[in-house]
């Protein structure tokens, strides 16, 4: 049987290898946007957040039903010039993430889904569709605020 110290000492170099490694490979903060799918609400910040702030963070598109509404989603980037093609959403039963940075939830039907979440650092509630009969632009122009909210505290902390 292994003595506790020799136990204690191995978990000890263990953890310093995980931290040498991190360190040698710096790794952007990994924000997860969730929403209930029915206005493809994590699409559209996905999108914007990969446009304004894509070099700077790993952006991951989830959502709890079985399908996302995507092309109202898409349809409304692009009056914008924002483009979706190399978003890939994904259904949060699916999701092999185990811990992410920053979980954005769209809105409260994306938490309340009984699903499980990854871990994460920071929980960032955004309620974007408060008005049930908001219209796709109308959500958009929130997520953009709200995305424009989050970078200015992420970059000034």
Known sequence: MAEPNDSLARSIKSHRARIKNTQSQPS???VLFLCDGLQGASLMASAIMQNKAGA???IVCCHTSPDMATEPAAR?????QISTADIVPVP???L???YVDYLVALSPAAVQSGLALPSYGK???????????ASTT???RTINHNVNYFLSLYLFR
Do not use: C, H, R
């Open 28 to 30: 952007k903060p990994s």
């Open 138 to 140: 109308a959500v958009l």
């Open 123 to 133: 929980f960032v509630p955004w309620d974007v569709s408060e008005q049930t009969n």
């Open 96 to 98: 092999s993430l185990n």
């Open 92 to 94: 949060l039963a699916g």
């Open 76 to 80: 409304a980037l692009i009056q914008f």
């Open 56 to 58: 700077f963070f790993e």
